[in-house]
Structures are given as C-alpha cells and as structure tokens.
C-alpha cells in the first residue's frame, strides 16, 4: 500500500488531534476529579497512535503508547492528576508535536525521547517524578550500549510472505544500517546495501521507505526486513564492505515475535474514528462527567483538503469574472434591451452565489490561531512564578487563511511580552491592591472591512519616562523631537528595533528584538498595530488587519469629478443634512444623528479634490462606524451600490492616508477605496 499519498492527511489529523490534547490538559488542571476529560485526551492518543502506527512513523507511536498507558492509570483511578504529572505529559505532547512538524518538513519524525519516557514509566510505577533524575542516574551508570534496532510494522501481505518463508525453512532478520556522518552519496551507499542483501535473500520491506531511502529522506540510519537462509553474522559482514557503513546490526524475526509484535497494536492498526471501548475501563460516574468536553459526539461533516494555491488561482479568475460583469451590467444599462437586462441580472444573481462560496472557502476562524496560547501561558506563568489567567473572546471571528498563516508569531511575542514585562509579580499586585492572579485578554472582532486583534492586560502599564529615556540613550529619537512626541508615539518608540527596556535578559523576552518583528510583519500584511497603556492599569495593544477579501461590496460616491467606494461593512446609514443643521464643537463640524453627537468628515478636503461648484445648502453624508466611534463623510452625491475587486496601490503608493485601495469600474474608471478606519481615530 501507497501511504505517501495520505501523508497529507496524516499531518493535519494528527495536528488536530494534539491540539485536542493541549486543550483537554488544560481543562482537567482545572478539573482533575473529571474523568471524562481524560477519556477524550485518551481517545485523542489512541487514534494519533493508529495513524503512526499505520504510516510507518514507529517512534512517535511508541511515545504515544507510553502516555497512553498513564492516561490510562489516571481514568482507572490508579494514578492521581498533579501539576507534576501534567507537566511530564504537557512535555510529551511537545515532543509528538517536534515530531509531527519534522515529518511535515519532510524529516523522518525520530527524535530523542528517553528522558520524557522514563519519566512516564516512572508515573506508571506510581514513583514521584522528584525520584526520576536518579533514577535516570542509576540507569546511565548500568546501562550496556544497545545498538539502534528498530522494530517495524508489517502488513497482512507482508505477514504473509515472512509466514510462508518460515514454513519453507527461511529465516527473517532486521538489518539496521548506520551510514558515516560525512557521507556525500547517501542513495548510492543504499543501493549497494540492497544489492548485496538482494544476493543473499530477498528484500521484505524498509523503514524509511525505498522511495524516501532513494531520495535521501532520511538521517543516517535505516532498517531492511530480510528474508534469507544465510546466517545473520554473514549477512552482518557482507553489509559491512560497504564503503562508508558506519554501523550494523541484526535482529532475527522468530514466528512467535511476529504475532507478538502486531498483537498488541491490532486496535491502533486502524485509525479510530469511534468511541473506544475498553473492557477494563471503569464506567464513569456521571457526578464526573463534564457536560462541555467532548467534541467527538458532534456528528463529523465531510470535508476534503484543498492546497490554498488552487484557491488563490481560483480567486483571481473570479476577480478578472467580476470586472468583466461590472462592464456588462453597464452595457446592458446603456443599450436597455429587456433580454439582454433579464440575462445580466441572472449572471449578476449566479456570480455572487459563486463569490459567497469562494470567499468563505478561504476563510479560517482566528481560534486556529489563538488555540495554542492557553498552553503557552500556562507554561510560561510556571516559569515566571506568576499566576495569569487567559481571557479569549471573538475566537470565531474569522480570517482570509493567508493571514492567519503570518499573524501566529507576532501574537507570540505579544503575549510573551505582556507576561514577562507586563504582569507584576503576585506580591506585588497584592502590595498595590490587585488581585493575587494577572488577566491577560485577547479579543478578535470585525470592524468594517478589517479585523481587529486587541491584547489587553491589567499589569503595570508602560513607563513614559523610561521610555523616553532609552529610547534617547539608543539614538532612537533626539531630545527635541522627543519633547514634541504624543503619549502614544512614545508607546510606539518600543516597536522601534533593538528598543529593550529589560534590565535582565531572559529567555521568554526582553532581547530588544521581537517587537520591531511584529511591526514589520503586521505592515507586510497591510495591518498597522497601535498601543494604548495607563501607569499601575495595564497596556492595550491594537492590530488592525485587512480581511483581504479581494472582493467586497461597497458604495460609490462622487465628489467634484471623482468617484470614491465607502465599504458597506463600514456604513451604517446615509443621510441628507441641511447646512443649518451643522454645529461646530471644539473646532470640529459636528451633527446631531438620533441623539447622538457625530463629527462630520469633508472628503473633498481630506483628500484635497480641487473644488469647481459653489456651497451647496443640503449635503449628502454617509455615516460609518469603527467598534463604538462613528464619523459622518460628506460627499457631493451617492451613486449606488455595486460589488467591486479590491487592488492594491502598489509599493509605491502604500502609504496614501486613508486609502485601502483601488477598482476598476464597469465604464473602465478607477475608483479609490477609502478606509474609513483611519478616518475615524
């Protein structure tokens, strides 16, 4: 059987499933009475160990085996959940998830565990884990080398064939071969392996696989399963004139070790898609059941993976599709013919179905994203010595895919910050009158045509004057122009590079460089970040980000000769105001819009349009909103509405003030898209 192909698959199921883990543990630290919560962590390993086990990966179905087991004494009330516990098989999963990513990499998956697996091993004899290190001690000191076999997994056909081989008086062995360090020609080195082995018996199986071992996917090492009649010592010796061997060693296959071998994994064989019934398992009381965990009752939908460039390719041949409808509902307008009017309005219906479609396709709830940082929290409070709490809100809020790909990482180096220089430590919250415990919150919701990501915490805010200070001593700005910077500007200056105010490096932050990272990567996305703090309250920071959603619904509106898109998303309503009903408000336009006071905004002298008619007494204004604030933008009329495909300005103009971008029109003009966004600050 062909696995390469469901390599894919594996990788995202398996991604998915510890991703399940990290959550779970999490809530059975807040609930370890709730065995329920360990059922669905159980299940979640059982099927990551059948999927491995299945696509050949031995090395991280055997960890899973080992956390298995403990997970296993913990629902059978052997064991009871302590932090200390949970932290070794928190470091377990780590370690499955460094495996995954390496078989994503194109890597082999192995890694070394043996600390991690002692340390399960010695929670599944009931031993405390402060006894481990010696106990890892007196291990290395009696220890004999063993050479690295490897045990592989066989199919049925394979069982087979060792099977018939047995019964014809064949022996079968697995060969393990460890190639020097500076071998160049790795492939070259296999296949003289094989023609020697192919002389003396018959070649069952490799792990890696023949393809992988010819494409040199693999470290130095591999193992063949051999079929001969020779004796291993000859088939050990053979190997060994192979040039540039480093290493070999032999392990004979008896019958009896064959059924052995398979038996215990017949369960994991196949992937679980199922509840997993256990014959020793306890029944749960329902006093312990958690009403909220389980996930795998939901009925699954069908779903298939597609490769986000075939979305791409897609949306950009429906980008092209939209203009060239846009040119044919003015054609259609211009000739007013009945037939050729029913037709465009039909296409016009068909189309926009086929957009929602496209659109949401690309769209990815930002929980992919913000579903690792309760973990990391966790760990890094742990590593503080501080006790911090992890508020998410808006998680369904969702994101074109390829910004969630690139917003992860700055996120991180948010939130890393906010714990270490943010939140005080727990004596000192408690000596200024906070609560014992820090809250760190994060929240993701739509504002017109944007996603705003905001992390808030109750720590000690940003000192101004500290600030100021480095950021001079740094030549990052002059005295003089220090004196003229806004409290937000001097926010701002600790996004600049090499900026650090940390006394002390750590680990967790503090290196002077990271912030200036999440700037430039937040701008490469078309977003912008700004930061907000009070002394002794905490900090905000705001990311705004594009949807990116290449296709969006707007109004055109004309001032003077040009024609201007307000996004729908943005717009709450559009009035006509009469001139007398202007007021003026410390130095601002203002209106009285249903019983609220709304400033009003004069694009033509925003964007300085050239001014050919006179005052008009009734002006025409659309009313928009950013969260809570509102604005109104007067325009000279309004056109209608229309669906458009949003283009950039270009590396040249990508700093033009509260312009998003452009579109070409059905009569082939272009019209800017205005972001109202800035507008509104």
């Known amino acids: 059987m062909e696995l390469s192909q469901y390599l894919e698959v594996f990788i995202e199921e398996s991604k998915e499933n510890l991703q399940t883990c990290n959550e779970q543990l999490l809530e059975l630290e807040k609930n370890p009475q709730d065995l329920a919560i360990v059922n669905e962590i159980f299940r979640s390993a059982h099927t990551l160990k059948g999927m491995s086990a299945t696509m050949g990966f031995e090395d991280l179905a055997n960890l899973t085996h080992k956390m298995e087991?403990?997970?296993?004494?913990?629902?059978?009330?052997?064991?009871?959940?302590?932090?200390?516990?949970?932290?070794?098989?928190?470091?377990?999963?780590?370690?499955?998830?460094?495996?995954?990513?390496?078989?994503?990499?194109?890597?082999?998956?192995?890694?070394?565990?043996?600390?991690?697996?002692?340390?399960?091993?010695?929670?599944?004899?009931?031993?405390?884990?402060?006894?481990?290190?010696?106990?890892?001690?007196?291990?290395?000191?009696?220890?004999?080398?063993?050479?690295?076999?490897?045990?592989?997994?066989?199919?049925?056909?394979?069982?087979?064939?060792?099977?018939?081989?047995?019964?014809?008086?064949?022996?079968?062995?697995?060969?393990?071969?460890?190639?020097?360090?500076?071998?160049?020609?790795?492939?070259?080195?296999?296949?003289?392996?094989?023609?020697?082995?192919?002389?003396?018996?018959?070649?069952?199986?490799?792990?890696?696989?023949v393809d992988q071992l010819e494409e040199e996917q693999f470290d130095h090492s591999f193992v063949i399963a051999v079929v001969s009649k020779e004796k291993a010592e000859d088939l050990e010796n053979h190997v060994r004139k192979v040039s540039e061997v480093d290493d070999v060693s032999v392990m004979e296959l008896t019958a009896d070790g064959l059924q052995n071998q398979n038996q215990p994994e017949d369960s994991a064989i196949e992937p679980v898609k199922g509840e997993i019934v256990d014959n020793g398992q306890k029944e749960v009381p329902a006093s312990k059941s958690s009403g909220n965990v389980s996930k795998q009752s939901n009925p699954s939908s069908k779903t298939i993976r597609v490769n986000i460039e075939r979305l791409d390719v897609l949306m950009n041949l429906f980008e092209e599709l939209v203009i060239d409808r846009g040119r044919l509902e003015q054609i259609s307008k211009d000739l007013n013919n009945p037939e050729l009017n029913e037709t465009v309005e039909r296409m016009t219906r068909i189309s926009g179905d086929l957009q929602n479609i496209i659109l949401n396709m690309r769209m990815v709830p930002v929980e992919t994203v913000f579903n690792r940082f309760p973990r990391m929290v966790r760990q890094l409070a742990r590593d503080l010595n501080k006790k911090i709490e992890l508020e998410i809100i808006g998680a369904e809020t969702e994101l074109d895919r390829t910004v969630i790909d690139e917003i992860g990482d700055p996120l991180v180096h948010l939130i890393r910050n906010a714990l270490d220089h943010g939140i005080e430590m727990p004596e000192i919250r408690m000596k200024n009158g906070k609560p014992e415990q820090g809250t760190v919150k994060l929240k993701a919701y739509h504002s017109g045509n944007h996603v705003f990501i905001e992390l808030e915490d109750d720590g000690a805010g940003i000192n101004k004057e500290r600030v100021l200070e480095k950021a001079i001593q740094k030549g990052i700005v002059s005295e003089e122009t220090a004196k003229t910077l806004s409290d937000r500007q001097i926010y701002e200056l600790i996004l600049a590079s090499g900026f650090s105010t940390a006394e002390q490096i750590s680990d967790i932050s503090g290196r002077g460089v990271g912030l200036d990272v999440v700037k430039a990567t937040i701008e490469s996305l078309g977003g912008s970040i700004t930061i907000d703090s009070t002394v002794g309250q905490g900090s905000l920071f705001s990311i705004q980000l594009p949807l990116t959603l290449s296709i969006i619904s707007v109004m055109l509106v004309e001032i003077e000769e040009e024609k201007y898109a307000i996004p729908l998303s943005s717009i709450i309503e559009t009035a006509i105001v009469k001139k007398e009903e202007i007021m003026n408000a410390h130095n601002q336009k203002v209106i009285d819009f249903r019983g609220k006071v709304v400033p009003l905004l004069f694009l033509e002298d925003v964007f300085e349009v050239p001014k050919h008619s006179n005052e008009e007494e009734l002006y025409s204004v659309v009313i928009v909103r950013k969260g809570e604030k509102m604005a109104g933008l007067v325009v000279d009329s309004f056109i209608g509405q229309q669906e458009v495909v949003l283009k950039s300005l270009g590396n040249y103009l990508n700093d033009v003030f509260a312009i998003s971008g452009a579109t070409i029109l059905g009569d082939g003009q272009v019209a800017l898209i205005v972001d109202c966004n800035a507008l509104i600050k």
Not at 144 to 168: C, D, G, R
Not at 184 to 200: D, H, I, P, S
């Open 69 to 209: 087991n403990v997970l296993d004494a913990i629902r059978n009330e052997q064991i009871k959940v302590t932090p200390e516990i949970l932290d070794v098989v928190f470091k377990s999963v780590d370690d499955l998830e460094a495996m995954v990513f390496s078989i994503a990499d194109g890597g082999d998956g192995k890694r070394d565990v043996t600390e991690v697996v002692e340390m399960l091993q010695a929670i599944e004899r009931g031993e405390h884990i402060q006894d481990t290190q010696a106990v890892k001690e007196i291990a290395a000191a009696i220890a004999t080398p063993e050479l690295p076999i490897q045990s592989m997994q066989y199919e049925a056909y394979e069982q087979t064939v060792i099977q018939q081989s047995f019964e014809q008086g064949f022996r079968c062995f697995e060969i393990s071969v460890t190639l020097r360090e500076d071998c160049l020609l790795k492939a070259a080195r296999v296949y003289m392996v094989f023609e020697v082995l192919g002389k003396m018996g018959e070649v069952i199986k490799s792990l890696p696989t």
